[in-house]
Nanobody
Framework: QVQLVESGGGLVQVGGSLRLSCEASGIVSIIVAMGWYRQAPGNERELVATITSGDVANYADSVKGRFTISRTNAKNTVYLQMNSLKTEDTAVYYC?????????????WGQGTQVTVSS
């Protein structure tokens, strides 16, 4: 019902910036929140930032003040602006969309985009 396509990952030096984008297609009107998660080798997937359909944002403590999540007015694209990147930000970043059908919550995931921060 919802498909997600990410872009914008890559290689950057410590202190640099990257912007990730995630475009949702399908029945976007049923999306209640979108966000970004990341997974580094050997680690579990962790929340980075989320934003609700009412534009309420939430961030992991580790990225507060450095990352900003935003959405387009059409609410079908979510961005993650990442500044002051650190080596520990290196991970595969996954776009997530939460949507409801018949009152049941579903999670959709993108394919992931690699972010590598070099020192």
């Amino acid at each position: 019902q919802v498909q997600l396509v990410e872009s914008g990952g890559g290689l950057v030096q410590v202190g640099g910036s990257l912007r990730l984008s995630c475009e949702a297609s399908g029945i976007v009107s049923i999306i209640v929140a979108m966000g970004w998660y990341r997974q580094a080798p050997g680690n579990e997937r962790e929340l980075v930032a989320t934003i609700t359909s009412g534009d309420v944002a939430n961030y992991a403590d580790s990225v507060k003040g450095r990352f900003t999540i935003s959405r387009t007015n059409a609410k079908n694209t979510v961005y993650l602006q990442m500044n002051s990147l650190k080596t520990e930000d290196t991970a595969v970043y996954y776009c997530n969309a939460v949507f409801r059908i018949g009152g049941i919550r579903y999670d959709g995931w993108g394919q992931g985009t690699q972010v590598t921060v070099s020192s």
